[in-house]
């Protein structure tokens, strides 16, 4: 049986195949565009090889789109046929595969978490447990806190070492260790510039201190600097315009916008977060963002039944809303009070924080602003459920403390205020809001 690159073993005798899956794996840790084509690679070299069925079967996930999970399937069949339940490794992938492709992101976590166990220096395992099953369940300490327990097994001479700190920056950050966060997300770029989500470890540990000059320095690239890395290149360049919203330079986010986080329309869910987060905070800030909502929403409207995170459908809640789309809104309310009423843990999702947050959203768009303090407030506790970054999760603070503004609820809104010059203080937002309150 051949090894991969960290010498852990590999299902197949096929030297192309095996030679294919650690490029897939490796371009996949650039963000290139070009992975999910290697791992295709080593499928036509090894049908049989079931890491190299569930590494393209990973990927597609990533995607977080419904209409794909009857292609995983495909691959997750293949994987079986090939005896993945008996393999050492492969068992612990097939486990948590199944539980992702049946969006059970608990019982996924816990499959890798037993992975991970005995087998840590696998390092595509770590990238979908932190990705899928933690960071879009918003758990926050266990991003740190997985990537801590395989620490033991990786050091300077362990092939990937730097991806490795890109992970475990990411995981100090969101757990608020921020000194530990900058030191493993600088190292990780030092080591290898082309890893991309140690850069964004960092913009988003700059993000949290309000360092905002130098957020807009550390990303510094030309325009087609990640022009191969879609779509997360899109997400750093989102990164780069709260910089600019944060600083007050509204021109300069909405210029981001139009060339680099959403130059053309496209449905896929993290350019629908990236564009809906942005322009619902320059609304915030009282810019006129034109047809842009609209341009978004006629997207949305494509995907409003296909989202596999309540996060997307948050986001995609304010898009058919500020753009005026009653019958999508509609729609796209049904589809999530559907899932809401279909038993397990995606259901109690949506039924405790997705729809509670959507109508919230609603209500704030058909200006009844009281109702959407009222909805904001009582999931407050949920809110992180939804998943994705404190970063990301930041608009739906924004939203709160802009309805309590607008609903004239005084004292609320200074609390919040008080809450948020005291998080963000060099954020020209708060003193935004305070203009707003005591006019
Ligand atoms: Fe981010």
Redesign the pocket.
């Known amino acids: 049986m051949l090894t991969d690159v960290r010498g852990y073993p590999i299902d197949t005798e096929n030297a192309a195949a095996a030679a294919a899956f650690d490029q897939a794996i490796a371009r996949f840790f650039e963000f290139r565009l070009d992975a999910p084509a290697l791992a295709d690679l080593a499928i036509e070299a090894d049908p049989n090889c079931a890491l190299a069925q569930m590494t393209k079967a990973f990927m597609l996930l990533g995607a977080q789109s419904r209409r794909l999970l009857p292609v995983v399937a495909e691959h997750v069949a293949a994987a079986e046929r090939s005896g993945a339940g008996r393999h050492p490794r492969a068992r612990g992938w097939l486990a948590g595969l199944k539980a992702l492709n049946a969006n059970d992101l608990p019982r996924a976590a816990a499959a890798f978490r037993a992975h991970l166990t005995d087998w840590p220096r696998d390092l595509f395992i770590m990238k979908q447990m932190q990705q899928q099953t933690l960071f879009w369940r918003g758990l926050s300490l266990e991003l740190r806190d997985s990537m801590l327990r395989v620490r033991h097994a990786w050091d300077e001479s362990v092939p990937g070492y730097a991806h490795y700190l890109g992970l475990l920056a990411f995981g100090y950050e969101e757990a608020g260790d921020y000194v530990a966060a900058e030191r493993a997300g600088r190292a990780c770029v030092e080591r290898a510039p082309d890893d991309i989500w140690g850069i ?1 470890s960092v ?2 540990v700059l993000e949290m201190q309000g360092r905002h000059r130098e957020g807009i320095a550390w990303m510094d690239y030309p325009a087609d600097a990640w022009a191969d890395r879609a779509p997360l290149a899109r ?1 750093l360049w989102w ?1 780069k315009s709260l910089f600019h919203w944060d600083s007050g330079d509204y021109e300069g986010a909405l210029a981001l916008l139009d060339r680099s986080i959403y130059p053309e329309p496209t449905a896929l869910y993290i350019d629908i977060q990236n564009a809906a987060a942005l322009l619902w905070r320059l609304e915030f800030a009282g810019v006129d963002v034109g047809d842009r909502w609209r341009v978004l929403a006629e997207q949305a409207e494509t995907v409003l039944d296909d989202q596999m995170l309540g996060f997307t459908d948050s986001h995609i809640a304010v898009t058919l809303a500020r753009a005026g789309r009653g019958e999508a809104l509609a729609r796209h309310r049904q589809v999530l009070a559907e899932r809401a009423d279909s038993g397990g843990w995606a259901a109690a999702l949506t039924a405790e924080a997705t729809l509670p947050v959507a109508d919230a959203i609603h209500a704030y768009c058909n200006g009844d602003y009281d109702r959407a303090v009222e909805g904001l407030l009582a999931v407050r506790e949920e809110w992180s459920r939804l998943g994705g ?1 404190h ?2 999760r930041d608009l739906y603070a924004q939203a709160l403390i802009d309805s309590a503004v607008k609903a004239g609820r005084t004292t609320l809104a200074e609390a919040l205020l008080a809450e948020r010059s005291a998080l963000h203080p060099t954020s020209r937002g708060v003193a935004y809001w305070r203009a707003q309150l005591a006019a």
């Open positions: 964004h913009a988003h997400h990164h970054s970063a990301q």
